[in-house]
């Protein structure tokens, strides 16, 4: 009898769960998507700089070009805790011919700065101090969280509009909503030339005129697509 209960139950909770899906199926809708989009200017910028110990008469060390790296972003006002990181250290071993192993190290970091004026200013104050392995990893944009769903609330009601415009001019009434998915999409592409930011500089530079490099904006978009009842 108990099995006999559980059955019955179950083939009602089935036929409901049927008919509800049948009933949302055979309702007249309209299904519309909308994009929406901002482009935004990047506010931080990574940039990796590698330190390696020189093969010169003095074997200029490790150490001694990191005290110099931090000295010039002290200068330009860069806070080392905050936007200063190690990202590898490593040793590589070399055989020279008749000579003993030598072991050179190396220090790899991860800079942020937050505009292009300021990573300038940093490519040619470490290019003068010797340090010219720096290149750019990414860009971002700090506020992409806050942006999304602004996108998202404009994306929704595009598609209302657009589903109004639809149905009205038919002489009939927009419903509820009865199905909403959406898509988020963020570009950093950026150009070659920005991506390697390798920049060659002649002794007559002059220092206190930094190039204010120009990164690509980041396109940030939102796509919706939304089913509304049709009263």
């Known amino acids: 009898m108990k099995n006999y209960m559980f059955t019955a139950i179950c083939i009602a909770t089935c036929f409901f769960g049927y008919a509800q899906s049948k009933n949302f199926i055979d309702q007249p809708y ?3 998507n909308a994009k929406v989009d901002s482009i935004v200017k990047p506010d931080r910028i990574y940039l990796s700089i590698l330190i390696q110990e020189k093969e010169d008469r003095d074997k200029t060390s490790v150490e001694k070009q990191e005290r110099e ?3 010039v972003l002290e200068g330009l006002g860069i806070n080392l805790k905050k936007q200063l990181k190690i990202e590898d250290l490593a040793s590589n071993y070399k055989k ?3 000579r003993k192993k030598s072991v050179l190290k190396s220090k790899a970091y ?3 700065v937050y505009d292009g004026l300021t990573a300038s200013k940093v490519l ?3 290019e003068d101090k010797g340090i010219s392995n720096v ?3 990414k860009t971002d944009y700090s506020k992409s969280e806050a942006l999304k769903l602004i996108l998202r609330s404009k994306a929704i009601l595009k598609a209302k509009a657009q589903a109004i415009s ?3 001019p038919l002489g009939q009434a927009l419903g509820n909503a009865i199905y909403i998915s959406d898509k988020y999409y963020q570009n950093r592409n950026y150009s070659q030339r920005n991506a ?3 920049l060659e500089y002649a002794p007559s530079n002059d220092l206190e005129e930094p190039i204010d490099i120009e990164f690509s904006g980041i396109k940030i978009e939102s796509e919706v697509k939304v089913r509304f009842a049709i009263d």
Do not use: D
């Open 110 to 112: 991860e800079l942020i």
């Open 135 to 137: 290149r750019l990893t």
């Open 30 to 32: 309209l299904e519309t």
């Open 124 to 126: 040619i104050h470490l």
């Open 166 to 168: 639809l149905v009205e």
């Open 69 to 71: 790296m931090a000295s």
């Open 96 to 98: 020279y011919f008749l």
């Open 196 to 198: 390697k930011m390798s």
